[in-house]
T-cell receptor, first 114, second 112 residues
Framework: ETGVTQSPTHLIKTRGQQVTLRCSSQ?????VSWYQQALGQGPQFIFQ???????GRGNFPPRFSGLQFPNYSSELNVNALELDDSALYLCASSLVSRANTEAFFGQGTRLTVV | GQQLNQNPQSMFIQEGEDVSMNCTSSSIFNTWLWYKQDPGEGPVLLIA?????ELTSNGRLTAQFGITRKDSFLNISASIPSDVGIYFC????????????FGQGTRLTINP
């Protein structure tokens, strides 16, 4: 068990709606990254938060946004949901001071857009 | 952008067999990470490699950082049913950066 927890585990939304996913990072970690994993694919980097600010972003539109809180937990918000947003959303926490990258993932939130 | 190609995409083996899979990168970087993902779960870090030629074991799993620095190999010896899952290689695109680029995965199925 990684100590990274995500909620909810499953979610069904209608196209056009908005959704908020939550992540609690592992104790001692100060960085949270979000990934989208479509069925049969590897995870794709959405963005990362460090010290409550966005610290790098992948190829995702602005309707994907996030927050990091002082306790290092994080939210992923997606506006104007599209059918293609259906995926497993993964949160990963890490310690930015480490010289090498070891990210630890939560169990994910399965989002279905209908 | 950086691409990671994993081979094979899927494997069907008998319990007890050894497994070998690999990952190649379009660029040279200093880190290889191997993850395993069970159905409905997030990826779990298996092995991290930080130096060309490095060979690291974790129980029945052994991974090597290729000498060319563009490839890595993961071997599983004496496979058991709980080895079933999807194995991903991953790299940070910039040294020390926290975001990871993943391969497309190798799906392992084991017949008892």
């Amino acid at each position: 068990e990684t100590g990274v927890t995500q909620s909810p585990t499953h979610l069904i939304k209608t196209r056009g709606q908005q959704v908020t996913l939550r992540c609690s990072s592992q104790s001692g970690h100060n960085t949270v990254s979000w990934y989208q994993q479509a069925l049969g694919q590897g995870p794709q980097f959405i963005f990362q938060y460090y010290r409550e600010e966005e610290n790098g972003r992948g190829n995702f539109p602005p309707r994907f946004s996030g927050l990091q809180f002082p306790n290092y937990s994080s939210e992923l918000n997606v506006n104007a949901l599209e059918l293609d947003d259906s995926a497993l959303y993964l949160c990963a926490s890490s310690l930015v001071s480490r010289a090498n990258t070891e990210a630890f993932f939560g169990q994910g939130t399965r989002l279905t857009v209908v | 952008g950086q691409q990671l190609n994993q081979n094979p995409q899927s494997m069907f083996i008998q319990e007890g067999e050894d497994v070998s899979m690999n990952c190649t990168s379009s660029s040279i970087f200093n880190t290889w990470l191997w993850y395993k993902q069970d159905p409905g779960e997030g990826p779990v870090l298996l092995i991290a490699l930080y130096k060309a030629g490095e060979l690291t074991s974790n129980g029945r799993l052994t991974a090597q950082f290729g000498i060319t620095r563009k490839d890595s190999f993961l071997n599983i010896s004496a496979s058991i049913p709980s080895d079933v899952g999807i194995y991903f290689c991953a790299q940070p695109p910039i040294q020390g950066a926290q975001k990871l680029v993943f391969g497309q995965g190798t799906r392992l199925t084991i017949n008892p």
